[in-house]
């Protein structure tokens, strides 16, 4: 886990600088959400900080429920990342959600989403890339993951479901096994948000975006 953490260091330093803001100032739809993209790679990191202090006590049921944060975190990323025109939608439902959080909505507020789907309000920025009229449809997670073609990692998340709930009393994990299994899931998914940043910077240094 040592690498993954230190890999992760050097990519959060190189974005959360002036040279990565300037770079991608143009590619999202909205520039602000570089600065909530920082926040939530940082976000991603210290997940692993403490993935990886839990594991070492073998504390794997927190382990998993801090994993399903980290993944949610990085699918709403990298989707973004995938789709930068949604990235000022996304800043727009994020205000309400605060303001919903807080118990501050208005009237005026809650017409955002009346009428709407169920979880439109957590992930109806990714309106366009999905149908919206299939029978009983609602906005989840999976949503966000369908939209950016990572549907495999929204299985690992709701497997993570099953250690946040309280219904692990009979679920017995294996050492060695939990250990193994979430650091290839931090690994792959890491990688590939870090190469998905390599993809787009090279395809900008040629002019290609």
Not at 49 to 62: G, P, R, T, V
Not at 96 to 109: A, I, N, R
Not at 153 to 175: G, I, K, M, P, Q
Not at 180 to 194: C, G, N, P, Q, R
Request: proline share 1%.
């Amino acid at each position: 886990m040592r690498e993954i953490l230190a890999k992760m260091k050097e990519t959060y330093k190189d974005i959360y600088s002036k040279q990565f803001e300037q770079m991608f100032v143009h590619y999202f739809d909205d520039s602000k959400y570089i600065d909530v993209f920082c926040r939530q790679y940082y976000s991603m990191l210290k997940n692993v900080e403490s993935i990886d202090a839990l594991l070492k006590i073998q504390n794997y049921e927190d382990a998993f429920t801090i994993f399903r944060k980290y993944i949610e975190t990085f699918i709403l990323s990298y989707t973004v990342l995938k789709h930068p025109n949604i990235s000022g939608r996304f800043l727009i439902h994020d205000k309400y959600l605060t303001l919903k959080s807080q118990g501050e909505m208005s009237y005026e507020d809650r017409q955002f989403y009346k009428g709407k789907p169920d979880g439109f309000l957590q992930y109806g920025f990714i309106e366009e890339y999905v149908d919206t009229t299939a029978e009983d449809f609602r906005y989840s997670i999976r949503t966000i993951a369908e939209a950016s073609d990572i549907v495999s990692y929204y299985d690992w998340y709701r497997v993570s479901n099953n250690f946040v709930h309280n219904n692990t009393t009979n679920l017995n994990v294996e050492a060695k096994d939990a250990y193994s299994k979430i650091k290839e899931m931090i690994l792959e998914s890491s990688d590939k948000m870090i190469d998905f940043l390599k993809d787009i910077i090279k395809k900008m240094s040629v002019g290609i975006l």
